[in-house]
C-alpha cells in the first residue's frame, strides 16, 4: 500500500463522514418537530422507548446525533433519565442500518436488476437528481431531499474511494503479519475502541472494516471483537457533550457507556469461551461485507435483550458514577440547551413548547392580578411578582435561543415558526408587565379604602369580563395553533377599544355631576389602559399566528384589511361581541 493510496483512504474516510453528516441534517430537517411529539408520546415505558430510540436513529442516520439530543434533553429538564434508557438502547440498533446499507456493495451477480442494487451503480444517480433539485426547486423541502440524496452519494463515494484504497492489502504479506495481533480479542476491541473514538463515528468505522473485509484477510475471529469495541469507542460523543451540563445530564453518558461496556464484556467473555472450548472453524473464515452487518446488528440486539430487564440497575449505576445529594434546581437550568441546536427541528418544537408554557404563566398572571380587585391577598400578589420575574427569564433566553436557531439553516416550516414565535413571546411578557401594573392597581384601591360607584363598577365587570374572553381566546389560539380561533380576537380586541372609550366618556359624565372623584379617576383610568393595552397585546400575538399562516408579515395590511375592506366575518362577529358586552 504506497502513499497515495493512504492518501486516497483518508480521502475517502473524509468523503464518508461528510457525506454522512449532510445525509443527516437533511434527515433531521424533514423529521422536524415530529421527533419530539413522538418523543413525548413514546417513552412511557422501555419497550417503546427503544422502538423509538431505533426509528429516529433511523430516520436521521445518527446515533451520536441522538445520543447528544438526549444530554441536551436531559440537562434542560425535558426528560428524565429513567427515560433516555430504552432509548439509547434502540439508538444502537438503529444504527446497524447503515452498516447494511453497506453491505449492498458486496452484491456480485451478472443480472441487472441486482447489479442496480450496488451502491456504486445508483448512487451517481441519487447525486445527479439530488443536485437538480437543489439548484431548480424553490421549495426548502425539495432542497432538503436533494442534499440527503447527495449526502448519500458522497458517503458511498468515500466509501467505494476506501475499498479502492485497501484491495492493494490483500497482496501484502506486512498487512498479514499485522492481522495476526487481531487474533487476540481484547486487541481487537482496544482497536475498535480507539479508532471509533477518534473518529467519533461507529458508522464509518464498521464501513472500513467493511472495506477491508473486501480484500478477504479479515476472518469471524478478528472482526467480531472489532465491532464490540467500535460500539463501546461511539460513546466518546456523548462523553464530550456532557461537559458543563448537570450531574443528571452526565449520567446519560455514564448509562450509554455502561449499556456499552457491560454488553462487551458479557459478549467478549461468551466469544472467548467458545473460541477456546468449541475452537469453531467458522472463526478462521474469510468474513464478508454482509457477514460484518450481520455481526454488528446480532451483538447490538443480543446486549438489548439481555439488559433490557436492567434498565433500572443502570440507572443506578449512573447515580452511582455521578454522585450527588440533590441535581442543579431547574430554575438555574437552561431553558434549552445549546446541544439541541445540532437538531433545529427539535429545538423548533421544544421552544414552541416552552413558549406555550410562557402563555399559560402570562394568562393566569393576568387573571390572578384581576381577581386582587374583588379581595386582595398578599400572596397571590407575591405569586404575581414571581411569575414576572418568570416570564422575564423565559423572553430573554428563548429570544436569545431562538434568534441563534434561525441561523442555523432550519427548514422552511420551522423558520416561519420561529418567526411567529419571535413575534409572539414579547407579547405574553408584556402581558406579564400589564398584569403588574394592575397589581399596583388594585393595591391603591385596597390600601386607600376606594370603593368605585354602582355605575362604574357595573362598568368594569362588563369590561373585565370581554378582557378575561380575549385572553381565553388568545391562550388557547395559540396552544392549539388555531387560526379559526385567533380570528376572533380582532373583532373583541375592538369590542374592548370601544369599551374603553365610553366607559372613561362616563366617568368625566360623573365626575361633572358630582358622583366621582379626581382620585378615583386616576385608578379607574389606570386599570382601563392596562385593559387597553392587554387586549392590544392579544391582537398583537393573533395578527402573528394568521400572518404566518399566509407567509406574510405585514400586519398593517392584514388590519387594515378586515377593519377597512368590509370583511363580512369580521362585522358579523364584531356585533355579536358588541351585543354580548354592551354597557
Not at 23 to 48: C, D, F, H, Q
Amino acid at each position: 500500500m504506497g502513499l497515495f493510496d493512504l492518501v486516497k483512504l483518508f480521502g475517502g474516510l473524509a468523503f464518508f463522514l461528510y457525506g454522512m453528516h449532510v445525509m443527516s441534517n437533511g434527515l433531521e430537517k424533514m423529521a422536524g418537530g415530529k421527533l419530539e411529539k413522538t418523543l413525548r408520546v413514546m417513552t412511557s415505558t422501555t419497550i417503546r422507548s427503544l422502538a423509538l430510540g431505533a426509528g429516529i436513529t433511523i430516520a436521521i442516520q445518527s446515533s451520536s446525533a441522538m445520543t447528544v439530543m438526549l444530554v441536551g434533553l436531559v440537562n434542560s429538564g425535558i426528560m428524565q433519565l429513567s427515560q433516555t434508557v430504552g432509548v439509547i438502547m434502540g439508538s444502537n440498533i438503529g444504527t446497524t442500518l447503515t452498516a447494511w446499507i453497506l453491505s449492498l456493495s458486496g452484491i456480485d451477480s451478472d443480472v441487472i436488476l441486482l447489479q442496480l442494487l450496488k451502491p456504486k451503480n445508483f448512487a451517481p444517480i441519487f447525486a445527479l437528481v439530488g443536485i437538480i433539485m437543489i439548484m431548480a426547486s424553490k421549495n426548502m423541502r425539495k432542497k432538503d431531499i436533494g442534499a440527503i440524496l447527495v449526502g448519500f452519494a458522497v458517503l458511498m463515494s468515500g466509501m467505494e474511494a476506501m475499498s479502492s484504497a485497501v484491495s492493494p492489502l490483500a497482496e501484502s504479506e506486512s498487512f498479514a503479519s499485522i492481522l495476526t495481533a487481531f487474533k487476540n480479542p481484547i486487541i481487537g476491541v482496544l482497536v475498535g475502541t480507539v479508532f471509533t473514538g477518534i473518529i467519533q463515528s461507529s458508522a464509518a468505522s464498521v464501513g472500513i472494516l467493511q472495506a477491508l473485509a473486501l480484500t478477504g484477510s479479515i476472518t469471524f475471529g478478528m472482526a467480531i471483537p472489532i465491532i464490540m469495541g467500535q460500539n463501546i469507542g461511539t460513546c466518546v460523543t456523548s462523553l464530550i457533550s456532557s461537559i458543563g451540563v448537570s450531574k443528571n445530564a452526565k449520567r446519560v453518558a455514564v448509562v450509554h457507556i455502561s449499556f456499552n461496556v457491560i454488553g462487551t464484556a458479557v459478549c467478549l467473555t461468551l466469544f472467548m469461551i467458545a473460541q477456546s472450548v468449541f475452537g469453531l472453524d467458522i472463526l478462521e473464515s474469510p468474513i464478508g461485507v454482509v457477514g460484518i452487518a450481520a455481526c454488528h446488528s446480532i451483538f447490538n440486539v443480543f446486549t438489548t435483550l439481555i439488559l433490557i430487564p436492567f434498565s433500572k440497575q443502570l440507572v443506578k449505576i449512573a447515580e452511582m458514577v455521578i454522585k450527588s445529594a440533590d441535581d442543579t434546581p431547574l430554575a438555574h437550568v437552561p431553558l434549552l440547551d445549546e446541544r439541541l441546536l445540532n437538531t433545529p427541528g427539535f429545538a423548533v418544537s421544544e421552544c414552541g413548547n416552552l413558549a406555550k408554557d410562557m402563555a399559560k404563566i402570562a394568562v393566569e398572571n393576568v387573571y390572578a392580578s384581576l381577581s386582587l380587585f374583588d379581595k386582595y391577598d398578599d400572596r397571590i400578589s407575591e405569586k404575581v411578582l414571581q411569575n414576572e420575574e418568570i416570564l422575564d427569564m423565559y423572553e430573554d433566553k428563548l429570544g436569545t435561543y431562538l434568534v441563534r436557531l434561525s441561523s442555523k439553516d432550519p427548514s422552511e416550516a420551522n423558520s416561519r415558526e420561529i418567526s411567529k414565535l419571535l413575534h409572539t413571546i414579547g407579547n405574553f411578557e408584556r402581558l406579564g408587565d400589564h398584569a403588574v401594573n394592575l397589581l399596583k392597581a388594585a393595591g391603591e384601591k385596597n390600601g386607600k379604602k376606594i370603593n368605585f360607584s354602582a355605575e362604574a363598577t357595573a362598568e368594569l365587570k362588563v369590561i373585565t369580563a370581554a378582557l378575561s374572553e380575549i385572553l381565553h381566546i388568545t391562550l388557547d389560539a395559540f396552544i392549539n395553533d388555531s387560526i379559526e380561533e385567533a380570528m376572533n380576537v380582532e373583532p373583541l380586541e375592538q369590542v374592548i377599544d370601544k369599551l374603553v372609550s365610553e366607559i372613561k366618556n362616563n366617568h368625566i359624565n360623573r365626575l361633572q355631576r358630582g358622583d366621582c372623584t379626581i382620585e378615583l379617576g386616576f385608578v379607574l383610568s389606570d386599570i382601563l389602559t392596562n385593559y387597553e393595552r392587554i387586549s392590544d397585546h392579544c391582537s398583537n400575538i393573533a395578527v402573528a399566528m394568521i400572518e404566518v399562516a399566509q407567509n406574510s408579515f405585514d400586519t398593517h395590511e392584514y388590519l387594515n384589511t378586515v377593519k377597512n375592506m368590509g370583511d363580512e366575518n369580521f362585522k358579523r362577529k364584531f356585533a355579536a361581541f358588541s351585543s354580548k358586552y354592551a354597557l
